[in-house]
Structures are given as structure tokens and as C-alpha cells.
């Protein structure tokens, strides 16, 4: 006698609604200037360091333009390289 293979039945589990990622920067029309640090603190940790783009929800071409103003400030001295706790 010959065994048969139930028919595969294909179960999808239901699709996760995942939260759509979108630029707050390209939302809201946000405007990083260097010579505003608290506004570029935001976007800093404790320690001084600039958040990741996971983080900040922002879009690469705003990551870079955020990282540019940052270095920016931090070359005035408006803002630290580093803090320590």
C-alpha cells in the first residue's frame, strides 16, 4: 500500500501592519541650522553623540545634512564632542 502526502496546506500567518517609517524633516518641514544647538540636541544622546537614522526616523539625505550641521556646531564649540556623565 502506498503512503500519500497530505496536500501541503499553506497557512499564512496574518501580515503584521508595520508602522511606515517617514521623515519628520520631509513631514514637517524641519530646518537643522547650526547656529541653533538645542534644536540639534534633539537628535543627540547624553553622552554627545549624533542618533542613528533608526532612531531619528529620518531619511539618509537628512541623516547626512543633520550630521553635517552638527560638526558644524561642534567646530564653533556650540555644541561638545563629548560629554561625560
Given at each position: 500500500?502506498?503512503?500519500?502526502?497530505?496536500?501541503?496546506?499553506?497557512?499564512?500567518?496574518?501580515?503584521?501592519?508595520?508602522h511606515k517609517?517617514?521623515?519628520?524633516?520631509?513631514?514637517?518641514?524641519?530646518?537643522?541650522?547650526?547656529?541653533?544647538?538645542?534644536?540639534?540636541?534633539?537628535?543627540?544622546?547624553?553622552?554627545?553623540?549624533i542618533l542613528?537614522?533608526?532612531?531619528?526616523?529620518?531619511?539618509?539625505?537628512?541623516?547626512?545634512?543633520?550630521?553635517?550641521?552638527?560638526?558644524?556646531?561642534?567646530?564653533?564649540?556650540?555644541?561638545?564632542?563629548?560629554?561625560?556623565?
Amino acid at each position: 500500500m502506498v503512503q500519500r502526502h497530505k496536500p501541503m496546506v499553506h497557512r499564512h500567518k496574518p501580515m503584521l501592519q508595520r508602522h511606515k517609517k517617514v521623515c519628520r524633516v520631509c513631514q514637517q518641514g524641519l530646518k537643522f541650522d547650526y547656529k541653533e544647538p538645542e534644536a540639534l540636541r534633539q537628535f543627540m544622546n547624553r553622552r554627545g553623540k549624533i542618533l542613528s537614522r533608526r532612531i531619528t526616523h529620518l531619511c539618509a539625505k537628512h541623516q547626512n545634512w543633520l550630521a553635517t550641521e552638527i560638526d558644524r556646531a561642534r567646530k564653533l564649540a556650540l555644541l561638545p564632542y563629548e560629554e561625560r556623565p
